[in-house]
């Protein structure tokens, strides 16, 4: 397929005039903005200045995240996975690797009838877009088929016609469609339906002997000589059944015995009589003018190869079907117009298994099809058998890339990023170092999404990952002045320094409004207190105004005297804690003994130059000395 470079028209003059840049936005987002290219070393203004910038946004269009793709995308998803639980467990999985890729196709079915559906009833551009999807997974469905019926199915002997036919019934039933009608409506005169004949003889090329034969006894002349003898000709065609129990030797003794019996009777003139019988018969032993005559009616080669090879070769061999289909695209004269999808098929019958993931890779369905479909075919043991050229050639390599392709692809969409994450998860070379890269980059929309991938990031043990979201999660908390939860994302993130200064911010936000907010968080820290000496001490100094609001003095004075032994106490809380002792010194139960009360007042010494003390270093002194006499004089009582 030839590569089509699309142009994007920016609409900035200055981008125009200056040039332009580009920067990566998100995981399938760039952000192009005006850039002049410096080349001198010598700083001078710039001759755009001044002007106003712009940043435009430019993303892939992806399909796959149209609402009605999204179920296409999910149910594919539990599929894959199934693969991947099989093939881990089960040594001999080829039966169960064909039901899942059936599994696949009646996924595509399923997605083709929504889509059929909603065409009906969209209108203008959006009916034309659907149009467009149908085509897409039609081709995507088709190839699919055939490839499974190539290279995932055993088939007995190698034999491969009749599962083609089915093939070819399934992807073109108008005959079967046409047939129905005509032997459900009015059985009289049915030959002067205009699609009579059409449908007698599609019906055969698609090797639907019986249902022509119920056709043919429904014309007018069904009971004349030549009627009759083509019954019984059609009657007697022996169709090759792998399960019959007869060898292909003996099988094709009886097809040859049949064909001379055929021609026998078209020599003697038997069917001359109607044109249309006549062709049949002569279609029957594979007349070479009969077949440049039906052509019209097969809408594709693959068509007319099927039905050539059911009147010619029954018995064809798989390996054997790629010579024979480039003879029918030359019977059909369409070399130089063949399509991406008859260069698929064709690669698929020549057994070319790298040419078909190459094409399948410039379908526009954004490598859903190649990333399913090669895993597929890995699992099957179809790319090891594969004979390349190059010695670097890995079969996983080739699978993982387009699995991280996709996998990356899905992680740009804000609710099926978890559906990428899970084809990572099957890469085993490169998939975690994708995941520890991707994970970071994912918009934190809020705080649910966090939690999500910060779980995502711990379930894969990518601890570093998930502390530097939970940190980017805090710095947004933050900003937007939620210092509780902030604070609880840092602890997550286990960086002490974070915690520290956010710890900070609550104790300088107390001294500025007095009021110790989060309660529920301080109260319930744990050991994830010991993160930092900050939120030791933050905690510990909550734990005093706990226990002080309980009126337990005791308790509260001696916890009080712990802090102002430690060394964790920011400069500018010395003030705070200070005046904080004044109203236990002066209780009426004593609660500080003298070595505390000395403790209090060298501490009020050291710190009589703040500026917060000024006020009330003599009334603290005068409470502290108070407190001294008493406790001095109860504690000689006592000895």
Not at 470 to 492: D, E, I, S, T
């Amino acid at each position: 397929m030839e590569t089509t470079v699309k142009t994007f028209i920016i609409p900035n003059e200055l981008c125009r005039r200056a040039g332009v840049a580009a920067s990566w936005l998100s995981i399938n987002e760039l952000g192009v903005f005006g850039h002049q290219k410096i080349v001198s070393q010598v700083d001078k203004p710039s001759a755009f200045a001044p002007s106003d910038a712009s940043v435009f946004q430019l993303r892939q269009d992806i399909i796959l995240f149209k609402p009605i793709l999204r179920k296409l995308v999910n149910e594919a998803n539990g599929t894959f996975l199934n693969v991947q639980n099989l093939t881990a467990t089960a040594s001999e999985h080829k039966p169960e690797l064909l039901k899942m890729s059936r599994q696949y196709r009646s996924i595509v079915r399923a997605c083709l009838e929504n889509l059929q559906d909603e065409v009906m009833r969209a209108n203008g551009d959006y009916r034309e877009e659907l149009q467009n999807y149908i085509t897409i997974f039609y081709s995507v469905e088709c190839i699919w088929h055939l490839c499974e019926i190539l290279f995932v199915d055993a088939v007995p002997g190698n034999i491969v016609l009749p599962h083609l036919l089915d093939w070819v019934r399934f992807h073109f039933p108008k005959y079967e469609r046409n047939a129905a009608t005509m032997l459900s409506g009015d059985l009289g005169g049915l030959e002067s339906h205009p699609d009579y004949w059409e449908t007698v003889i599609g019906s055969l090329l698609q090797g639907r002997i019986k249902v022509a034969r119920a056709l043919l006894k429904l014309h007018s002349d069904a009971e004349t000589q030549p009627f009759k003898v083509v019954d019984q000709c059609l009657r007697a065609m022996p169709v090759y059944n792998m399960f019959s129990g007869t060898s292909v030797a003996e099988f094709n003794m009886q097809w040859n015995h049949w064909v001379v019996d055929v021609q026998s009777k078209i020599d003697a003139k038997l069917f001359i009589s109607c044109y249309n019988l006549n062709l049949i018969m002569k279609l029957a032993v594979g007349d070479e003018i009969a077949w440049g005559e039906i052509q019209q009616y097969c809408e594709a080669w693959y068509e007319l190869l099927a039905a050539w090879l059911f009147f010619t070769q029954p018995t064809v061999k798989s390996f054997e079907l790629g010579q024979l289909a480039k003879q029918c695209i030359t019977k059909m004269s369409i070399g130089n117009r063949i399509k991406h999808l008859d260069r698929v098929l064709l690669a698929a019958m020549e057994f070319d298994v790298l040419q078909v993931i190459k094409e399948v890779q410039h379908m526009t369905e954004n490598g859903w099809f190649v990333c399913h479909l090669t895993d597929l075919l890995y699992h099957a043991g179809r790319l090891s058998d594969l004979n390349v050229e190059s010695e670097n050639f890995q079969p996983e390599k080739l699978r993982e890339s387009f699995l991280i392709d996709y996998g990356t692809l899905l992680m740009g969409h804000k609710s099926l990023w978890q559906v990428g994450l899970s084809y990572l998860d099957h890469c085993p070379q490169d998939g975690l170092e994708v995941t520890k890269l991707l994970l970071p980059r994912l918009p934190l929309d809020s705080e649910l999404r966090t939690q999500k991938i910060v779980r995502e990031a711990i379930n894969r043990n990518l601890p570093e990952t998930a502390q530097s979201i939970c940190k980017v999660q805090g710095m947004v908390c933050k900003n937007r002045g939620r210092l509780g939860h902030a604070l609880a994302w840092a602890l997550k993130s286990q960086d002490s320094a974070f915690v520290s200064y956010l710890a900070d911010k609550f104790l300088r936000q107390y001294s500025e409004s007095g009021n110790l907010t989060n309660a529920d968080l301080l109260d319930n820290l744990g050991s994830c207190i010991l993160a930092s000496d900050r939120l030791i001490f933050l905690g510990k100094y909550f734990e005093f105004h706990k226990l002080y609001r309980a009126k337990e003095y005791k308790e509260a004075a001696s916890l009080l005297i712990s802090l102002l032994e430690s060394k964790i106490i920011p400069n500018y809380f010395w003030g705070i804690l200070l005046t904080e002792t004044v109203p236990l010194l002066e209780c009426e139960e004593m609660v500080f003994s003298s070595t505390d009360t000395f403790t209090i007042m060298q501490c009020l010494e050291e710190r009589e130059h703040l500026k917060e003390l000024k006020d009330k270093i003599a009334l603290s002194r005068l409470a502290a000395t108070r407190n001294l006499a008493r406790a001095l004089v109860h504690e000689a009582q006592l000895n």
